[in-house]
């Protein structure tokens, strides 16, 4: 099975920018877009084989802390790549697939508005403001 996703939803460890982007600091001074537009990013070891919308079509773009959603705005997908999941001895359980890939942030929600959309739009039980 495929999964398509319109979101990239990441934790720190599949490859969110926590360094750059803390809500903390972004209702005290908010992030701009020109901070982070040239970066290239990577993510890595999304569970399933997933198919990002590919740019130039954006994708949400969502910070996963402790499996509640923060969206923080638009990103590009700049690559993909699917795997097998190897175990520790190198074995493969069938249908057992990881995504990678690198993407740009392409618009930075404002704090305000960033609460809005997550509350409207993130599911009731991931919700960051829940």
């Not at 130039?56 to 969502?62: A, L, Q």
């Not at 249908?95 to 959309?117: H, L, M, N, R």
Request: charged share 25%; glycine share 4%; aromatic share 14%.
């Amino acid at each position: 099975m495929i999964e398509v996703n319109d979101t990239l939803q990441l934790t720190i460890e599949q490859g969110f920018p926590a360094d750059l982007l803390s809500r903390e600091r972004h209702c005290k001074k908010p992030v701009l877009l020109s901070e982070v537009a040239d970066k290239l990013f990577e993510f890595r070891s999304k569970p399933n084989a997933r198919i990002f919308q590919l740019d130039p079509v954006r994708v949400y773009f969502v910070h996963n802390i402790d499996d509640k959603w923060l969206f923080w705005g638009h990103a590009m997908i700049q690559s993909l790549t699917i795997t097998k999941k190897l175990g520790p001895a190198a074995q493969w359980n069938e249908g057992d697939w990881v995504t990678s890939g690198t993407y740009k942030i392409t618009e930075i929600y404002d704090p305000a508005y960033q609460k809005a959309f997550t509350l409207s739009e993130a599911p009731p039980d991931r919700n960051y403001f829940r």
